[in-house]
């Protein structure tokens, strides 16, 4: 369903955006599916211009406060990390010998790609990611808030520049010492 109100149109303005796995499916509970997201990531910074302002990976989802600069547009590189991480992290899943719900994950993946007819096999990532423009300095700062509490409010850790797949540590410090390098706003 197309929503007008739900899309890039400055591409390389600051974003507030999520990623949602389907079904709410907590895959990220695993370390080796986040760590393919975050060299994805990491990839699009150093070859897409990707700058990522802020981010928490949650078990099921990834928000990201994010822009991009010229002459890549945002919503190709968010385009390209999503088809990109879901095949790697399928394919993580599929040859993982410990994995207790590969049958169960990956009939869902199958299930809900068979279901939408934008996919060709298998659907990780829910369609839209209701990206919002951050044109103010509150609106950066409701979401850089929100992003960094998101750990706390689920009962992950008690303080936020705990959690490890977060950019909270790096605005504690007001430096890079977290997995990803932030482009602070």
């Given at each position: 369903m197309f929503r007008a109100g739900y899309q890039i149109r400055n591409q390389h303005a600051v974003h507030f955006l999520t990623f949602t796995v389907i079904q709410w499916i907590d895959?990220?509970?695993?370390?080796?599916?986040?760590?393919?997201?975050?060299?994805?990531?990491k990839f699009c910074q150093k070859n897409k211009n990707f700058k990522l302002h802020a981010w928490c990976l949650m078990f099921n989802h990834l928000h990201l406060l994010c822009s991009s600069d010229e002459p890549n547009k945002l919503s190709d590189t968010l385009r390209d990390m999503k088809q990109f991480t879901s095949k790697e992290i399928i394919k993580a899943i599929k040859n993982n010998k410990q994995e207790s719900r590969k049958n169960w994950m990956l009939w869902l993946f199958e299930s809900s790609g068979r279901g939408n007819p934008r996919n060709q096999d298998v659907q990780f990532w829910q369609q839209s990611n209701h990206?919002?423009?951050?044109?103010?300095?509150?609106?950066?700062?409701?979401?850089?808030?929100?992003?960094h509490e998101n750990p706390v409010k689920s009962k992950i850790v008690q303080k936020a520049e705990d959690y490890n797949f977060c950019s909270a540590m790096d605005y504690y410090k007001g430096q890079n010492i977290g997995k990803l390098k932030i482009d602070f706003v």
């Open positions: 895959v990220f509970t695993r370390p080796n599916y986040a760590e393919i997201l975050v060299d994805s990531i990206p919002i423009e951050c044109d103010t300095q509150e609106m950066l700062d409701s979401r850089l808030n929100y992003i």
